[in-house]
């Protein structure tokens, strides 16, 4: 499945600059990768039961979860391009109906004081999105903030105009034909 993401205007405008060029905090990895990174085996991450409740016009089951450092694969890229793995906790929201993954949060834990940012959260809600005779469950909104020193940024997703691609082809075998 092809990506493409586009920087949507800001109050009429619109910018030139690619996503490489910006400047300031972004998510890698909302569609399948935080997903894994919580729910991969070798995570080993510690999943309690928290709570009933309820989300969009659905009751979703609340789980908390810790993913220790030692098992982790959540990487933060600091300002100066240094890079740390960090261990992190959160929730899960899963819908009593379908029993898909309605949001999904996680916040870093342990990140050295040294290391330029300080603090990161994110949120991943997760909608049903019709495409071609079927429901799928996507990603829908996002949030991601980081704290670098007393400058807190926010990073605010919208995941929208999915389609399917496909492609129909056949394979025709011919009898082979006598020899003259």
């Known amino acids: 499945a092809a990506e493409r993401r586009i920087t949507l205007p ?19 990895g909302e569609f399948g990768s935080l997903l894994d990174a919580v729910f991969n085996s070798e995570a080993k991450a510690d999943f309690h039961w ?7 016009n659905g009751t979703v089951q609340v789980f908390a979860y810790r993913v220790p450092v030692e098992h982790s694969q959540f990487g933060i890229t600091g300002s100066n391009n240094f890079r740390i ?10 819908d009593v109906a379908t029993y ?21 959260q994110i949120t ?13 469950l996507m990603p829908a909104t996002g949030a991601m903030t ?14 929208q ?9 056949s394979i ?9």
């Open 85 to 94: 793995t960090a261990g992190f906790h959160g929730l899960v929201y899963i």
């Open 50 to 56: 928290k709570e009933t409740d309820a989300l969009g």
């Open 10 to 28: 800001v109050n009429g405008v619109h910018s030139d600059l690619t996503r490489a060029e910006f400047k300031g905090i972004m998510v890698h």
């Open 161 to 169: 105009n999915y389609r399917k691609y496909g492609a129909d082809s």
């Open 100 to 120: 898909g993954v309605r949001r999904l949060t996680l916040e870093a834990d342990g990140i050295p004081r040294d290391f330029p940012t300080r603090s990161v």
């Open 172 to 180: 025709r075998f011919d009898e082979p034909r006598p020899k003259p």
């Open 146 to 159: 980081v704290t670098r020193g007393k400058r807190v940024e926010l990073n605010e997703m919208e995941f």
């Open 124 to 136: 991943i809600d997760y909608d049903y999105v019709d495409i071609p005779n079927h429901d799928y």
